[in-house]
């Protein structure tokens, strides 16, 4: 197992020094499973985060090596599966924590602006959080993001919508938990809702052909290379 986890890891950390392009046409057989799918449980709720995590740097970036092993790491611990947690980070920032000059990468737009590696939306969720540490301490950013994760990941466990996408009930509740991590909780269905279809559009973004949210298609594409 030990083996086949250092195998899993190297090969992550070569498929991540990649362009997104390249990334996206790779072959997932060269990548091994490095996350299996872990049992629904209680989790923390996001204001009993500590808000001290051990030892980091403020502006030293972690390896994405890092970044993956400590995400597999928390997936373990509040009960989510471990590849949703890295195709989250994917998604969201390429799991970068800072740009090159060192400050905190972030995403704005007119009213709010989302931090660090997992894109934690200080407008959303500064009052529960130390916006301080989401910009600064990576571990923490990936701390708060996943248990964010966790809460629409039980939401969708919740909604049953295992059973209300096009892929196997694991794939659907992946994919529906990270519409609800990007869009708030109760958007769990934005995977499987095409633009048209929707009561409410304003929860879209950049849309492909079909209709659907291109950020809801470059999370699946990334969660089935960590499959």
């Known amino acids: 197992m030990i083996a086949q986890y250092k195998v899993a890891m190297a090969n992550f950390q070569k498929a991540m020094k990649m362009s997104p392009e390249d990334l996206r046409s790779l072959d997932l057989s060269t990548l091994e499973q490095i996350?299996?799918?872990?049992?629904?449980?209680?989790?923390?709720?996001?204001?009993?985060?500590?808000?001290?995590?051990?030892?980091?740097?403020?502006?030293v970036a972690?390896?994405?090596?890092?970044?993956?092993?400590?995400?597999?790491?928390?997936?373990?611990?509040?009960?989510?599966?471990?590849?949703?947690?890295?195709?989250?980070?994917?998604?969201e920032s390429e799991m970068t924590q800072f740009n090159k000059d060192g400050n905190p990468f972030r995403h704005?737009?007119?009213?709010?602006?989302d931090w660090g590696i997992m894109q934690?939306?200080?407008?959303?969720?500064?009052?529960?959080?130390?916006?301080?540490?989401?910009?600064t301490d990576w571990q923490y950013?990936?701390?708060?993001?996943l248990q964010i994760l966790k809460h629409s990941y039980d939401a969708a466990l919740k909604n049953s919508e295992g059973m209300?996408?096009?892929?196997?009930?694991?794939?659907?509740?992946?994919?529906?938990a990270y519409s609800g991590y990007n869009a708030g909780a109760g958007n769990i269905w934005r995977y499987r809702t095409p633009v048209q279809d929707a009561s409410r559009t304003g929860l879209y973004d950049v849309i492909d052909h079909e209709g659907f949210d291109m950020r809801d298609i470059r999370f699946w594409d990334n969660y089935r290379k960590f499959s």
Do not use: M
């Open 62 to 91: 972690p390896t994405k090596q890092q970044v993956a092993e400590y995400i597999i790491g928390e997936c373990r611990e509040i009960g989510i599966p471990e590849q949703l947690g890295l195709a989250t980070a994917a998604t």
């Open 141 to 145: 950013n990936v701390k708060a993001g």
């Open 120 to 135: 934690v939306n200080d407008k959303a969720w500064g009052d529960q959080y130390d916006l301080n540490l989401l910009k």
């Open 35 to 59: 996350s299996g799918n872990a049992r629904a449980r209680n989790g923390l709720a996001p204001d009993t985060i500590a808000k001290t995590p051990e030892t980091v740097l403020p502006g």
């Open 164 to 176: 209300k996408g096009p892929g196997d009930p694991n794939q659907n509740l992946a994919r529906a």
């Open 108 to 113: 704005s737009n007119s009213d709010s602006t």
